[in-house]
């Protein structure tokens, strides 16, 4: 499949623990922020999202947390499994539109099993 | 599978050169994105059309262009093409024009160009 980031940073994590992948973004007037997860091959895929009146939310198996006061996000998987091994990257939004998204260039996880 | 579909899968060619990319949007959905990805890089937002006509651009070079077409499959044109033009491209396709919630996205497999 398709390799992307071929030098990003890499976060090795053993099935079954729990991952924590961060991500500093840029602007401190963003209001929305996306967390997307790409396996190799495949397109970006949308996994959660938070606006900046939370600090955090959950999903199923992955929560979110917003800390504004450094800019940063952080995407927890619970129980990593082996098929959560991809690249994952964080997006920023100020006031919505996709013209208006700033993507980061992620974090490759890779699940030992 | 995203239902998004993105041909070809790998595109190697020479700098100068002129290529098409095609995506076919999910069935239903009015809107295609294209974005580029470069190695290390992150996604780029290049342009938007919605039923036909160009709603956002991003940074879209002028030696690109796209159009959507009335069957709402779109083609990303890529002309004089440079060195740094290689990269992987994406299309994307939502139901609306300015879906709010990115969950409402969904992204192709991409398109992996080479220039040389």
């Known amino acids: 499949g398709e390799s992307v980031g071929l030098h990003l940073p890499t976060l090795s994590v053993q099935e079954g623990d729990n991952s924590i992948i961060n991500c500093a973004y840029s602007n401190s007037a963003s209001d929305y922020f996306i967390w997307y997860k790409q396996e190799s091959g495949k397109g970006p895929q949308f996994i959660i999202d938070i606006r900046s009146n939370m600090d955090k939310r959950q999903g199923q198996r992955v929560t979110v947390l917003l800390n504004k006061t450094v800019k940063h996000l952080s995407l927890q998987i619970a129980a990593t499994q082996p098929g959560d091994s991809a690249v994952y990257f964080c997006?920023?939004?100020?006031?919505?539109?996709?013209?208006?998204?700033?993507f980061g260039t992620g974090t490759k996880l890779q699940v030992i099993p | 599978d995203s239902g998004v579909t993105q041909t070809p899968k790998h595109l190697i060619t020479a700098t100068g050169q002129r290529v098409t990319l095609r995506c076919s949007p999910r069935s239903g959905d009015l809107s295609v994105y294209w974005y580029q990805q470069s190695l290390d890089q992150g996604l780029q937002f290049l342009i938007q059309?919605?039923?036909?006509?160009?709603?956002a651009k991003g940074n879209i070079l002028e030696r690109f262009s796209a159009q959507q077409f009335p069957d709402l499959h779109s083609e990303l044109n890529l002309s004089s093409l440079e060195l740094g033009d290689s990269a992987l491209y994406f299309c994307?396709?939502?139901?609306?024009?300015?879906?709010?919630?990115?969950?409402?996205?969904?992204f192709g497999p991409g398109t992996r160009l080479t220039v040389l």
């Open positions: 997006a920023e939004s100020l006031s919505g539109g996709y013209q208006k998204v700033t």
């Open positions: 059309y919605y039923n036909g006509e160009e709603r």
């Open positions: 994307a396709s939502s139901v609306g024009a300015s879906a709010l919630l990115y969950n409402e996205q969904f």
